[in-house]
């Protein structure tokens, strides 16, 4: 059974930094995508950063030149480094792996979320 485990969520100042992780525990075949989607209170849950197996990488526009994606294809985890951290980034952050699991078929796994909060 694959289980995506995040961490490094937490409570920083606005214009400080975090590093969130991800990790895909369980057999699998393989990794199309990982990232990072964020829902803040009342809205609905955005693309943040994901990293796709050939390596290219897409942002939404309101973390480019902040956000980092990267991932690590031999352990099966993702990370995100978040700098230059504003109020608005203030959201609860949810790891997605878009994967094929040993006997199974290819479908989109989520963490179980990890809070950010930015104060200002």
């Known amino acids: 059974q694959v289980q995506l485990v995040e961490s490094g969520g937490g409570l920083v100042q606005a214009g400080g930094s975090l590093r969130l992780s991800c990790a895909a525990s369980?057999?699998?075949?393989?990794?199309?995508?990982m990232g990072w989607f964020r829902q803040a209170p009342g809205k609905q849950r955005e693309l943040v950063a994901v990293?796709?197996?050939?390596?290219?990488?897409n942002y939404a526009d309101s973390v480019k030149g902040r956000f980092t994606v990267s991932r690590d294809n031999a352990k099966n985890t993702v990370s995100l480094q978040m700098n230059s951290l504003k109020p608005e980034d203030t959201a609860v952050y949810y790891c997605?792996?878009?994967?094929?699991?040993?006997?199974?078929?290819?479908?989109?796994?989520w963490g179980q979320g990890t809070q950010v909060t930015v104060s200002s």
């Open positions: 369980g057999t699998i075949v393989s990794i199309n995508a």
């Open positions: 990293m796709y197996s050939g390596g290219g990488a």
């Open positions: 997605n792996a878009d994967l094929i699991p040993y006997g199974g078929l290819r479908r989109v796994y």
